[in-house]
């Protein structure tokens, strides 16, 4: 098993910057990605960015830019930098992980941008 921690969330206005971070224990050896989704209210899971192992990145199409995913190679730890937040990023955040071909997924994080 892993256990996925979120950290990081909260209010912030509009054009403002947040960093999430998520740190994995647990069952550790094996993790093939870590990465980050988004529920918004009344929307369906929304993918945001990926990093694989192998350091190749993805990142949602609504991204434009404005987000910047990294992993420290040190430890199971993966970190989402959003900038230029706008009221439409407003979500619950959660960190996914890909272990072994398997999803495990942290209980997320609330993000609010509001003025």
């Known amino acids: 098993q892993v256990h996925l921690v979120e950290s990081g969330g909260g209010l912030v206005q509009p054009g403002g910057s947040l960093r999430l971070s998520c740190v994995a224990s647990?069952?550790?050896?094996?993790?093939?990605?870590m990465a980050w989704y988004r529920r918004a209210p009344g929307k369906r899971d929304r993918f945001v960015a990926r990093?694989?192992?192998?350091?190749?990145?993805t990142y949602g199409d609504f991204v434009r830019g404005r987000f910047t995913i990294s992993r420290d190679k040190a430890k199971p730890t993966v970190s989402l930098q959003m900038n230029n937040l706008t009221p439409e990023d407003t979500a619950l955040y959660y960190c996914?992980?890909?272990?072994?071909?398997?999803?495990?997924w942290g209980e997320g994080i609330q993000v609010t941008v509001s003025s």
């Open positions: 647990g069952s550790t050896d094996g993790i093939q990605a």
């Open positions: 990093e694989w192992y192998d350091g190749s990145i």
């Open positions: 996914n992980v890909i272990r072994n071909d398997e999803d495990y």
